[in-house]
């Protein structure tokens, strides 16, 4: 069973960039599927970003051409690069893989706060 840790976040300006990680305590060399969510205030959790075992990636369009998401097998870490940051991206980030989600298990999350 995969745990996972998110870090990376904090508090920046609009237009800057942050990159969070996720660090997982077992392999996800055979995770199908790893995604970044976020649940910002008064709101539901969405899929913010997926990436595949083959490298396939695909994003919310709320982020398209911004965000990067990416994951180093040997690590066991996912990664999700933020660039051009808006307000509106200001939410607590969680990692989870496709298991974890369908039992609706979470980490900490990790908070990105984005000033105007």
């Known amino acids: 069973q995969v745990h996972v840790v998110e870090s990376g976040g904090g508090l920046v300006q609009a237009g800057g960039s942050l990159r969070l990680s996720c660090v997982a305590s077992?392999?996800?060399?055979?995770?199908?599927?790893m995604g970044w969510y976020r649940q910002a205030p008064g709101k539901q959790r969405e899929l913010v970003a997926g990436i595949t075992s083959s490298g396939r990636t695909n994003y919310a369009n709320s982020v398209e051409g911004r965000f990067t998401i990416s994951r180093d097998n040997a690590a066991n870490t996912l990664y999700l690069q933020m660039n051009s940051l808006k307000p509106e991206d200001t939410a607590v980030y969680y990692c989870?893989?496709?298991?974890?989600?369908?039992?609706?298990?979470w980490g900490q999350g990790t908070q990105v706060t984005v000033s105007s």
């Open positions: 077992g392999s996800i060399f055979s995770d199908n599927f």
């Open positions: 989870n893989d496709l298991a974890r989600y369908a039992l609706g298990s």
